[in-house]
């Protein structure tokens, strides 16, 4: 079992920046999970937002935040990080982190959200305009 937690979510005007943090906990094994994050705005559906590969060597965007996000995770502290700049209303959305014991990052932007192992909380990002 892992437990995701997530931090850093707020109110910010649009352009501006954020930066969500995700601790892993309840497995030594951080490190054999692909992680990655996904949204949830008002009235749509769950989508993928950036993915990582386990050894934090390849990194996979939705093309809406491509220039813009970054992820990044640090398997020794068992946390991963989405970097949030130049941001915008339609950024607006509950942000969970996630974690993965059998896909790569590019196939967690492909698997549908109830195929994934394991979820966060969520935690709420509002930009205003």
């Known amino acids: 079992q892992v437990q995701l937690a997530e931090s850093g979510g707020g109110v910010v005007q649009a352009g501006g920046s954020l930066r969500l943090s995700c601790a892993a906990s309840?497995?030594?094994?951080?490190?054999?999970?692909?992680t990655g994050w996904f949204r949830q705005a008002p009235g749509k559906e769950r989508e993928f937002v950036a993915g990582i590969t386990r050894g934090g060597s390849v990194t996979v965007y939705t093309d809406s935040v491509k220039g813009r996000f970054t992820i990044s995770r640090d398997n020794a502290k068992n946390t991963v990080s989405l970097q949030m700049n130049n941001l915008k209303p339609e950024d607006t959305a509950v942000y969970f982190c996630?974690?993965?014991?059998?896909?790569?990052?590019?196939?967690?932007?492909?698997?549908?959200?109830?195929?994934?192992?394991?979820w966060g909380q969520g935690t709420q990002v509002t930009v205003s305009s």
């Open positions: 309840g497995s030594e094994y951080f490190s054999s999970f692909t």
């Open positions: 996630v974690a993965d014991a059998a896909t790569s990052a590019a196939g967690l932007q492909k698997i549908g959200p109830a195929q994934v192992d394991y």
